[in-house]
């Protein structure tokens, strides 16, 4: 169960990341994404899964390719 939420952790954790890095408020980004700000805040520590709110949307938001997010471009 735990090596499922590894995924869930690194894309919360990247969306926090790209979201302080753009200066991005926590209540900005949820409102944007038609989300309360404490399911923001579980997506960020993993404990809510990130895949279903659109990432289109939440990497629009952050200013960062969809890829980011799901790991895809790690190391460039």
């Known amino acids: 169960h735990e090596v499922a939420e590894e995924p869930r952790r690194r894309l919360g954790y990247r969306q926090l990341e790209a979201r302080k890095y753009h ?7 949820a409102a944007y994404l ?15 899964p990130g ?12 200013a960062v390719r969809v890829g980011i997010f799901r ?6």
């Open 34 to 48: 038609t989300i309360p700000g404490p399911g923001l805040t579980a997506i960020a520590i993993g404990q809510r």
């Open 71 to 76: 790991g895809e471009d790690e190391g460039s």
């Open 51 to 62: 895949e279903g709110i659109a990432l289109p949307r939440l990497a629009r938001v952050s």
């Open 23 to 29: 200066g991005l408020k926590q209540e900005v980004v």
